[in-house]
């Protein structure tokens, strides 16, 4: 059985990412890219599903483990009876695709054991096992190849490798599993010190250009060194998470892939990124957005694949259990079919912070948006499956009409920078007129005037986390007597155990779901933000605090956190929870953080 979310490490190269267990397992890789079938899927079925561990055979031993700093490589030490070991994990950034283990002795002599199962298309398909002519290990299954190697002896077990050898203080083995295509040669040998030397100093360079300043940078630094892991290098986009049905409530169903690029996500990453001052990936993802949406308007999607792609159906797995029994696991997700109206507030935010942070813009990049906007005019007024993607039916969600306005207000202020550039004096005149419609729908039909809130949906009574939102980005003004009611209503109402849920599933609000999940934690980032913005500081550091002890030993979120039971639900590592907490973190040390920013002048924020 898979271990706790919690019991998880990450490491990764640009391209895809591993899963680590504290027991030493690799229990979720997926080659050659992040959104590629599994060839280790035990996270989310048993050991035979695939998964490579190294690990000392000592069941009593204990486990220790840390990322060498301002790095994504791992090291595990392990402490048994005879002596310690440490096991140091990583992908070169380099060149390839590779995953090292180097086992070092540190003390006395310590016996270990390798368990290795390949299992391609997420646990299902069983390789061909043979060695090469340098004895090395291959695993064919049709358009896959895996090679190991490795000094110490390996040996055939069932369906599986096995090694048992014994690592003395001093002394050190190296195994380094390849991937490659199995029509072509085998992937070339690498040195594996020489790739963790300059594995390491690739992570440092980028680290050390973080500009952070707040008391908690380390786990600030580790946060956007988990999105940098999170971003395709070669298209630019960025996925939500590396992994796919991860439960937001074990035992139910609510399991989703986020191995793709959501414009709301990605954008959040992005403005943290800026904000933190990595202007090349804020570069690179602008680009790639402009690829991915570029076509029809009205064909634009709210995710895409990892290089813009748009066929992405949703289907179940049926041969994996899931997650302690979470099932279905699905790959593929049925919300790239969904319309959601937030992504075009989302997208013109981002284009316009990163025009505000020195991003030069292009011709393009302009057409696209214009066109965008266009569309946007014609379909605002619609209701839309939201920031939640729910799958019961569309409604108008008041989110989702703020970041409609929000589109309008950032193209405005562009054009009122740029003298027009590109747009006529009567396209800007119509945009200040849907902005002021906009505003005025959403005061006349979003807020209830009995609940002192906003609400979640036109005629609705419900709360929704996401209203948090509506000062950040400049809707209304932070001390507006209808924001801070909201504030107030919202931890009144979804404060569950210190921490905020989206919605409430239980009670109030269907999702076309079966209630009941943990608090999806950007909610709980947002409400601090607010707290900082209204002055109460003291209540902000008490909730950072109370978040930041969600974090696992080596840094890391899920998407979701379940307070009952004290565990980490949903996808993992998870963008969004780590975009929220670089913001708030940053939002609370700076005197303007990124939410001051992103709202703009308060002029902007009116009804005209
Ligand atoms: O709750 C139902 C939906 O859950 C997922 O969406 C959530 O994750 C997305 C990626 O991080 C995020 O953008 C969205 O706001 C979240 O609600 C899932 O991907 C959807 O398919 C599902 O309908």
Same mark, same amino acid.
């Given at each position: 059985m898979a271990l706790r979310i919690e019991d998880y490490a990450l490491v990764g190269d640009g391209r895809s990412a591993a899963l680590i267990g &504290?027991?030493?397992?690799?229990d979720w890789l997926c080659w050659? &890219?992040?959104?590629?079938?599994?060839?280790?899927a035990a996270l989310l079925g048993t050991s035979q599903h695939g998964h490579w561990r190294i690990a000392p055979g000592d069941p009593q031993s204990r486990a220790v483990r840390r990322y060498r700093p301002g790095t994504l490589v791992l090291e595990t030490t392990h402490e048994t009876a005879t002596g310690r070991v440490r096991v140091t994990d990583y992908m070169p950034v380099n060149d390839g695709l590779h995953l090292i283990r180097l086992v070092e002795g540190l003390s006395g002599s310590v016996a270990m054991r390798m368990d290795f199962v390949v299992r391609y298309d997420y646990g299902s398909a069983v390789p061909w096992v043979s060695r090469n002519e340098h004895d090395d290990l291959r695993a064919i299954v049709g358009p896959h190849k895996l090679v190991l190697r490795t000094r110490v002896p390996l040996r055939g077990v069932g369906r599986s490798t096995v090694s048992e050898f014994t690592v003395d203080e001093g002394r050190s083995h190296s195994f380094v599993l390849s991937y490659g295509p199995s029509h072509e040669d085998d992937p070339a040998p690498i040195e594996p010190r020489r790739e963790l030397r300059r594995t390491t100093e690739t992570w440092l360079a980028w680290s050390g250009r973080c500009q952070g300043g707040t008391p908690w940078d380390e786990i600030l630094g580790r946060s956007l060194l988990t999105l940098k892991a999170l971003i395709y290098t070669p298209t630019g986009g960025i996925v939500a998470a590396p992994t796919t049905s991860l439960p937001e409530q074990i035992g139910g169903v609510r399991n989703w892939d986020y191995r793709y690029c959501w414009l709301r996500d990605s954008t959040f990453t992005l403005l943290a990124l800026m904000d933190a001052g990595y202007l090349d990936e804020a570069r690179a993802w602008r680009d790639w957005l402009l690829r991915a949406v570029a076509g029809s308007p009205e064909q634009a999607h709210i995710l895409y694949g990892l290089g813009g792609e748009r066929l992405l159906p949703e289907i179940e797995l049926d041969w994996l259990p899931g997650y302690e029994n979470s099932r279905p696991v699905r790959i593929g997700n049925a919300a790239s079919q969904q319309f959601q109206l937030d992504v075009y507030g989302e997208i013109f935010d981002a284009l316009f912070q990163a025009q505000e942070r020195g991003l030069e813009g292009d011709e393009t990049g302009v057409r696209v948006g214009l066109a965008l906007l266009e569309h946007l005019e014609k379909v605002w007024h619609e209701p839309d499956e939201g920031i939640w993607e729910v799958r019961d039916g569309r409604r108008h969600f008041v989110h989702s009409k703020v970041m409609a306005w929000v589109a309008f207000d950032r193209a405005i202020r562009y054009y009122d920078k740029h003298s027009r550039n590109g747009a006529r004096d009567a396209t800007v005149s119509r945009w200040r007129a849907v902005r002021a419609e906009i505003h005025r729908e959403v005061c006349e039909k979003g807020f209830d005037p009995d609940l002192n809130s906003f609400v979640q949906a036109y005629g609705s009574r419900h709360l929704d986390a996401?209203?948090?939102?509506m000062a950040h980005v400049g809707f209304l003004p932070q001390d507006d007597p209808r924001v801070i009611g909201t504030v107030e209503a919202v931890g009144r109402h979804l404060m569950r155990d210190g921490f905020i849920l989206r919605y409430d599933t239980e009670h109030q609000t269907t999702d076309g779901l079966p209630a009941g999940e943990g608090a999806f934690l950007p909610c709980s980032f947002w409400y601090a933000d607010n707290l900082i913005r209204l002055g109460r500081c003291a209540e902000a550091r008490a909730m950072i605090e109370r978040l930041l002890a969600v974090c696992n030993d080596v840094g890391l979120l899920a998407e979701e956190y379940d307070p009952v039971a004290g565990r980490q639900v949903g996808n993992f590592p998870q963008a969004f929870s780590h975009v929220a907490l670089v913001n708030t973190l940053l939002n609370f040390s700076r005197a303007t953080g990124p939410a001051m920013e992103r709202a703009g002048s308060q002029d902007a924020a009116g009804p005209s």
């Open positions: &504290r027991d030493g397992s690799v050659p &890219r992040f959104d590629a079938p599994a060839c280790f996401s209203l948090l939102l």
